[in-house]
């Protein structure tokens, strides 16, 4: 299995980025995704999250009306679009899937990607 996160980089605060997140080596149709991020120092943190079918998806409070969280399933892809982005939301983003329901914990998730980098100048 291999979850391969990308779409970081460098953005001013209010701009806007597309986290994308390819997978394969599992049905990517039955398996719920999520988002996390780990900022500097800090633990990692949960940021979204959405079901195999893509009808349900849940929000951090943090990010809920700014960050989509959205998957193509015939690509087998997941991405988050991320807009008005504060300087609080640079870290170090992560895909992950859960064979399971995806919820807000780390330890439900059973894959991870690598991580992408994202930085936000104030």
């Known amino acids: 299995v291999q979850l391969q996160a990308s779409g970081g980089g460098l953005v001013q605060a209010g701009g806007s980025l597309r986290l994308s997140c390819a997978v394969s080596?599992?049905?990517?149709?039955?398996?719920?995704m999520g988002w996390f991020r780990q900022p500097p120092g800090k633990e990692r943190e949960f940021v979204a999250a959405?079901?195999?079918?893509?009808?349900?998806?849940w929000y951090d409070d943090s990010v809920r009306g700014r960050f989509t969280i959205s998957r193509d399933n015939a690509k087998n892809m997941l991405y988050l679009q991320m807009n008005s982005l504060k300087p609080e939301d640079a870290a170090v983003y992560y895909c992950?899937?859960?064979?399971?329901?995806?919820?807000?914990?780390?330890?439900?998730?059973?894959?991870w990607g690598q991580g992408t980098l994202v930085t936000v100048s104030s």
């Open positions: 992950a899937a859960s064979l399971n329901l995806p919820g807000i914990t780390v330890g439900e998730y059973d894959y």
């Open positions: 080596g599992l049905t990517f149709s039955r398996v719920g």
């Open positions: 959405i079901r195999f079918s893509g009808g349900d998806t």
